[in-house]
């Protein structure tokens, strides 16, 4: 049975590490994860106002409805956001942000 993942911090896709552990995760060619199933993208850079509209907002929101479309995963603004674990599930967190953004990022999350 694979974890649920919640990625926090995907960040630019093809240059943020964030978005390359989403890939990791969604390789079914390769397996690189096999036990990880990402179901949550929590990105608060570019789903905010000021982010959705610097370089690199549009390459996230087109990745973004891609995603929710084939993949069904979910994406949302802060890690509050993000439905509860249901009684049973397994769920990970894999943090990827800033390095000065990660500590608040991990309390947030737990």
């Not at 993942?5 to 994860?33: F, N």
Request: charged residues 20%; neutral net charge.
């Amino acid at each position: 049975m694979a974890a649920k993942v919640v990625l926090v911090g995907a960040g630019c896709p093809k240059r943020s590490m964030g978005w390359y552990h989403a890939i990791q995760m969604l390789d079914t060619e390769r397996q690189c994860c096999p036990s990880a199933s990402l179901q949550y993208v929590v990105e608060p850079w570019y789903m905010s106002d000021a982010g959705s509209k610097s370089p690199g907002g549009d390459d996230f929101a087109a990745w973004k409805k891609e995603l929710e479309d084939t993949k069904g995963i979910q994406f949302f603004l802060n890690t509050t956001d993000v439905p509860p674990p249901v009684s049973g599930d397994r769920r990970l967190a894999v943090i990827s942000a800033r390095t000065a953004d990660n500590p608040p990022s991990c309390f947030k999350t737990v």
